[in-house]
Nanobody
Framework: QVQLVESGGGLVQAGGSLRLSCAAS????????TRWYRQAAGKQRELVAG????????YADSVKGRFTISRDNTDNNIVYLQMNTLNPEDTAVYYC??????????WGRGTQVTVSS
């Protein structure tokens, strides 16, 4: 199976930056896509960004030009979400998600991002 651990959340002022990390372990060679989702209080979970095993990326319109998803240069099992120009609407719990061709969906426990105005 695949296990995921997120890190890098915290409190930041509007206009600031944070970098989230998602570390995958287990049968990581079976992962086909890694995504970041977020869920704000009282709202549904929404897709933020995704990166395929081939390296193609996609983003929600709300974060295009501000967020960048990428893999670690030396460890393909780590995926980052660089978040710039943060605003209070970005406040949410951010979750890492992967899809495996053998084991299906996996979710991390989430990391809290809070942007103060």
């Amino acid at each position: 199976q695949v296990q995921l651990v997120e890190s890098g959340g915290g409190l930041v002022q509007a206009g600031g930056s944070l970098r989230l990390s998602c570390a995958a372990s287990g049968r990581t060679s079976t992962i086909t896509i890694t995504r970041w989702y977020r869920q704000a209080a009282g709202k549904q979970r929404e897709l933020v960004a995704g990166i395929s095993s081939a390296g193609s990326t996609d983003y929600a319109d709300s974060v295009k030009g501000r967020f960048t998803i990428s893999r670690d240069n030396t460890d393909n099992n780590i995926v980052y979400l660089q978040m710039n120009t943060l605003n209070p609407e970005d406040t949410a719990v951010y979750y890492c998600y992967t899809r495996s061709i053998l084991f299906g969906d996996a979710w991390g426990r989430g990391t809290q991002v809070t942007v103060s105005s």
